[in-house]
């Protein structure tokens, strides 16, 4: 039987109908554990999911009654059928999923058109990268000519939308170069903020290994995982006794267990646990995640950025995250396209950081930012009249 848990209730969010069902629900196509790690202990969200990455937990979800799996028909019936009050979707430069966005988008106008109480939409938007640029390498049509498309499809989403948070000033800066003043809507201004994605400090006291650093991460060239061990013999060659953990899964396992054979500095954990994760981060002094722009995907975020910052970690990445500035100015290390020489120069300049752990998390806020977003996103808007008519 599922358990239900009875954590109290947030004041600040939208109250429910006295039944103790819950009134606002979250649609992820693609879910990953840490999604639903976040709601585990409520009751106000309904999460929704249809696949899920390899880092999932079918244990923890089929444990949580108010996480379902779902098809894209099952979740109109259940927005339609279940009346919520507001429904967080996917961000709209999601491409792909545009499609299911306008049937949302749709089916939220129609549920007011009817006289029915409106599901309000709200998003979390993190993309970074131009989103004319990514088409454009696909399909080859004038630049002016894609972006008038994006923002044709694009409209009856934003006009259905709001609140916007924005996990980065950059993605923040991405909506507003394609779609222009209001993010395309003229009528009326949806609501927008910036909570930063930066983690609060994790409760960790281990003591660190400072000759340690460590990759988390899908084993593929975008995260620059072939860079990271081209680079790692001239660490050797200046603190010769690094080690190098290497934490993850994906395409590129075959080069990484050849390159862990002829480096004994060098380990490998596959498919690794939540547990195994945490250790090896509170344990490590740096983590190094070298982003690779590709012609479709850029770095938003980087939740082993997010993971390692919590744990107190020196943190030696490229400029593709959306994290950059933030990261430079509190003296981590933000590479642009860096060669071989470069990248192993950080990785020595970050294992010989004399900053303690205590001292990098005193940085961090207070409280999670994606948790700060939540708040902003599930409470009353202060104005009715944001609600389309």
Same mark, same amino acid.
């Given at each position: 039987?599922?358990?239900?848990?009875?954590?109290?209730?947030?004041?600040?969010?939208?109250?429910?109908?006295?039944?103790?069902? @819950?009134?606002?629900?979250?649609?992820?196509?693609?879910?990953?554990?840490?999604?639903?790690?976040?709601?585990?202990?409520?009751?106000?969200?309904?999460?929704?999911?249809?696949?899920?990455?390899?880092?999932?937990?079918?244990?923890?979800?089929?444990?949580?009654?108010?996480?379902?799996?779902?098809? =894209?028909?099952?979740?109109?019936?259940?927005?339609?059928?279940?009346?919520?009050?507001?429904?967080?979707? @996917?961000?709209?430069?999601?491409?792909?999923?545009?499609?299911?966005?306008?049937?949302?988008?749709?089916?939220?106008?129609?549920?007011?058109?009817?006289?029915?109480?409106?599901?309000?939409?709200?998003?979390?938007?993190?993309?970074?990268?131009?989103?004319?640029?990514?088409?454009?390498?696909?399909?080859?049509?004038?630049?002016?000519?894609?972006?008038?498309?994006?923002?044709?499809?694009?409209?009856?989403?934003?006009?259905?939308?709001?609140?916007?948070?924005?996990?980065? @000033?950059?993605?923040?800066?991405?909506?507003?170069?394609?779609?222009?003043?209001? =993010?395309?809507?003229?009528?009326?201004?949806?609501?927008?903020?910036?909570?930063?994605?930066?983690?609060?400090?994790?409760?960790?006291?281990?003591?660190?290994?400072?000759?340690?650093?460590?990759?988390?991460? $899908?084993?593929?060239?975008?995260?620059?995982?072939?860079?990271?061990?081209?680079?790692?013999?001239?660490?050797?060659?200046?603190?010769?006794?690094?080690?190098?953990?290497?934490?993850?899964?994906? @395409?590129?396992?075959?080069?990484?267990?050849?390159?862990?054979?002829?480096?004994?500095?060098?380990?490998?954990?596959?498919?690794?646990?939540?547990?195994?994760?945490?250790?090896?981060? $509170?344990?490590?002094?740096?983590?190094?995640?070298?982003?690779?722009?590709?012609?479709?995907?850029?770095?938003?975020?980087?939740?082993?950025?997010?993971?390692?910052?919590?744990?107190?970690?020196?943190?030696?990445?490229?400029?593709?995250?959306?994290?950059?500035?933030?990261?430079?100015?509190?003296?981590?290390?933000?590479?642009?396209?860096?060669?071989?020489?470069?990248?192993?120069?950080?990785?020595?300049?970050?294992?010989?950081?004399?900053?303690?752990?205590?001292?990098?998390?005193?940085?961090?806020?207070?409280?999670?930012?994606?948790?700060?977003?939540?708040?902003?996103?599930?409470?009353?808007?202060?104005?009715? $009249?944001?609600?389309?008519?």
């Amino acid at each position: 039987m599922n358990r239900r848990l009875t954590a109290p209730r947030r004041p600040s969010a939208v109250q429910g109908d006295g039944s103790g069902a @819950p009134t606002v629900a979250r649609f992820y196509p693609v879910a990953r554990l840490v999604h639903i790690e976040r709601i585990r202990d409520s009751r106000e969200i309904e999460f929704f999911y249809s696949s899920h990455r390899t880092d999932w937990s079918e244990s923890l979800a089929s444990s949580l009654p108010n996480v379902h799996r779902v098809n =894209y028909s099952q979740l109109l019936w259940q927005v339609w059928r279940r009346k919520f009050a507001l429904l967080e979707i @996917p961000e709209p430069l999601a491409l792909p999923l545009i499609p299911k966005l306008l049937g949302l988008a749709t089916l939220a106008r129609l549920s007011r058109l009817t006289g029915r109480s409106g599901t309000r939409l709200v998003t979390y938007a993190i993309e970074n990268m131009d989103a004319v640029d990514k088409l454009r390498s696909k399909l080859p049509l004038p630049a002016s000519v894609i972006r008038a498309l994006l923002r044709c499809a694009l409209r009856p989403v934003m006009r259905e939308l709001t609140k916007i948070a924005f996990g980065t @000033p950059a993605a923040e800066h991405n909506y507003a170069e394609l779609l222009g003043a209001n =993010y395309g809507v003229s009528s009326v201004r949806v609501q927008s903020r910036i909570f930063l994605g930066l983690p609060a400090a994790s409760q960790t006291t281990v003591a660190r290994e400072n000759n340690q650093a460590c990759f988390v991460g $899908s084993f593929e060239d975008r995260k620059g995982i072939r860079e990271l061990l081209d680079a790692w013999p001239e660490v050797l060659l200046a603190i010769p006794n690094a080690k190098l953990e290497i934490l993850g899964q994906g @395409p590129l396992e075959g080069l990484v267990h050849t390159a862990a054979r002829k480096m004994a500095s060098v380990e490998t954990s596959l498919h690794p646990s939540r547990e195994t994760i945490e250790r090896t981060l $509170s344990l490590s002094h740096v983590l190094i995640l070298p982003s690779v722009r590709t012609a479709t995907w850029r770095e938003q975020i980087g939740l082993p950025i997010v993971e390692g910052l919590a744990e107190g970690c020196e943190v030696i990445t490229t400029d593709e995250t959306g994290l950059a500035n933030w990261l430079q100015l509190n003296d981590h290390l933000v590479l642009t396209k860096p060669t071989r020489a470069q990248l192993a120069a950080a990785i020595v300049m970050g294992l010989s950081s004399t900053r303690t752990a205590p001292e990098a998390k005193s940085l961090l806020p207070a409280i999670d930012g994606r948790h700060a977003a939540d708040q902003w996103l599930t409470r009353e808007p202060p104005d009715s $009249s944001i609600l389309r008519g």
